[in-house]
């Protein structure tokens, strides 16, 4: 009787494990590249928004997926030369995008005007972030954006536009 049991409780699990390696069968991939309109061939950091929108940080800008074609923004600013590089993403609760770059600091998406705003780092300012090389974004459960830098740590509030550093003290070379 208990060796029925067994027998019975394996052939359903073997069952189940077939029925679940066939669901797999439907999944497909498509590629994507810079003649597709990616702005560069390497990928950082991928977000889908709560619109659906993909989100597709390269070493080479942004790009924004729609399924269909792809939307390229320049984040960057234009007088120093360089291609700007998304090291990381997050939406936070109340669905707004937030970028954040190898050089060019943290980056917050407007939807109704289709553009960023910049927060970068000021030597002469003590609100502002303590690097503009972003490694890391997170918000808290009470809407605290946390950004951690090359440099440290960063608490942003954004309903107050408030933001306080708790750097490091390494004094070597970033």
């Given at each position: 009787m208990y060796l029925n049991r067994r027998m019975t409780a394996l052939f359903y699990l073997l069952v189940l494990a077939l029925a679940s390696l066939h669901g797999q069968s439907d999944l497909w991939f498509r590629n994507y590249y810079i003649e597709d309109g990616l702005p560069h061939s390497r990928a950082r950091a991928i977000i889908q928004d709560s619109v659906g929108w993909i989100w597709i940080g390269t070493t080479g800008g942004l790009a924004r997926f729609d399924g269909i074609s792809f939307h390229?923004?320049?984040?960057?600013?234009?007088?120093?030369?360089?291609?700007?590089t998304v090291s990381c993403r997050w939406e936070d609760s109340y669905s707004r995008l937030w970028i954040g770059t190898e050089s060019d600091g943290l980056l917050l998406f407007?939807?109704?005007?289709?553009?960023?705003?910049?927060?970068?780092?000021?030597?002469?300012?003590?609100?502002?972030?303590?690097?503009?090389?972003?490694?890391?974004?997170?918000?808290?459960?009470?809407?605290?954006?946390?950004?951690?830098?090359?440099?440290?740590?960063?608490?942003?509030?954004?309903?107050?536009?408030?933001?306080?550093?708790?750097?490091?003290?390494?004094?070597?070379?970033?």
């Open positions: 390229n923004y320049q984040l960057g600013f234009p007088d120093n030369g360089s291609l700007t407007n939807r109704s005007q289709d553009r960023f705003e910049h927060f970068i780092h000021n030597d002469t300012s003590s609100n502002c972030i303590g690097s503009n090389y972003v490694t890391s974004i997170v918000s808290d459960s009470s809407g605290i954006l946390w950004v951690g830098t090359n440099r440290g740590l960063n608490r942003f509030d954004p309903s107050t536009g408030f933001l306080t550093r708790y750097l490091t003290s390494y004094s070597g070379t970033w």
